[in-house]
């Protein structure tokens, strides 16, 4: 059969998607990927010959009363087109989207078409554009069950977040390190703001250095391009063993490296860090739809397998004694390391694929 996964916009949505790509790949299925004219989306499926990839206008919704509105519902007529056409071609068989607006003209095609649609939820909280994708498709696919009573009405079934075959298995610890020209013997720090990094956490890192001097600590930093030269030359000052890069392919080589990461909380990353059983210091993007990484990293830290810090929180010194208290302490570390694998999910990509493959075969 043939299957659309849209699925652009960011790395929370795209990586999934293309999770569930390689399960129906690998089970004989054409998959075309629809991506949105971002950076971060080329980047990410460069080299990915096993999909047929296409781009879409990128659109985001603006206030109602905007004149931006108006370019918003071109684009969107734009993309609708496109999907049509695309699908003309292609005859899929079913349509997933992976979340944002990016995915509500493939879907909207989808239907068009007569075709099963379905949408995937990763955060507890849905955002707008889900919220409307839910009442377009066959069924929702959630990460975290708390999101279903947000839907009322709507056909949930809980698959869990996602992971791509590459994470799938840890690498071994030493190899890992040396990647990044690190050793053995130093608790490894992995700090990451997400697709396309996060300023706040790099800033609050820079103020930590002062407190973090002489620590048993080396830090893998994935930044983003705007502060990379900075934060390379901020760690050589402080005499802290780093590696900085604004962004890195290899994220099983990372997780596999680290003890314990600073990161956003976005459902993706989430599922990656228990998948690998990292602890972690979750700071929240403040801006996000409904707020919804405060609601995912709160299911975390009630489950004590990470703690949790609001960015607007943040100073310098609270943030060095965040991460010693995590160094200091090796039985906290092991604890809160089995609590965050404890809440992976097991084999989300087949039960996302099998829901999908079974609703085809038996319509209705």
């Known amino acids: 059969m043939r299957f659309v996964i849209a699925a652009g916009g960011t790395g929370g949505h795209l990586f ?28 990410a499926t460069q080299g990915r010959t096993e999909f047929r990839i296409e781009r879409l206008p990128g659109i985001g919704l603006p206030r109602l009363f905007s004149p931006a509105v108006f370019g ?10 496109q999907c049509r056409a695309l699908y003309e071609n292609f005859r899929p068989d079913a349509v997933l989207g992976m979340g944002g607006f990016t995915s509500t003209a493939p879907i909207l095609a989808g239907r068009l078409f007569k ?12 955002g707008k554009a889900n919220r409307l994708n839910a009442r377009l498709v ?8 708390e999101c279903a009573r947000r839907l009322p009405g709507r056909s949930c079934i809980v698959t869990g977040t996602p992971i791509r075959a590459s994470l799938m298995h840890r690498q071994d610890k030493a190899e890992a390190l040396a990647a990044f020209g690190l050793e053995p013997g130093r ?21 930590a250095l ?10 893998i930093h994935l930044s983003g391009r705007q502060d990379e030269e900075t934060l390379r030359a901020a760690y050589a000052a402080a005499g802290i063993p780093a590696f900085v890069a604004a962004f890195w392919h290899q994220m099983e080589v990372a997780y596999s490296a680290a003890d314990f990461c600073i990161a956003r909380s976005g459902a993706a990353s989430l599922t990656e860090l228990s998948h690998f059983a990292l602890p972690s210091l979750l700071v929240p993007y403040p801006f996000a739809a409904e707020d919804h990484q405060t609601f995912n990293a709160k299911i975390f830290e009630r489950a004590e397998a990470a703690a949790l810090l609001k960015e607007s929180e943040i100073t310098g010194e609270l943030l060095a004694r965040k991460l010693l208290w995590f160094v200091e302490d090796p039985t906290r570390l092991q604890t809160m390391s089995a609590r965050s694998a404890a809440q992976a999910p097991r084999e989300a990509a087949q039960r996302v694929a099998e829901t999908i493959l079974g609703r085809c075969q038996s319509p209705g």
């Open 187 to 207: 608790r490894t720090l992995l700090v990451m703001g997400g697709s396309q990094g996060a300023q706040g956490i790099n800033r609050a890192l820079l103020g």
């Open 16 to 43: 999934p998607g293309l999770a569930v790509g390689e399960v129906l790949k690998d089970r004989g299925h054409e998959v075309m990927v629809l991506i949105s004219e971002k950076e971060i989306d080329s980047l």
């Open 138 to 145: 066959d069924a929702v696919l959630l990460g975290f069950e």
């Open 115 to 126: 075709i099963p649609t379905f949408v995937h939820e990763s955060n507890a909280i849905p």
């Open 72 to 81: 918003f519902l071109r684009r969107f007529r734009s993309g609708l087109k």
């Open 210 to 219: 002062e407190w973090l001097k002489g620590a048993p600590i080396q830090i």
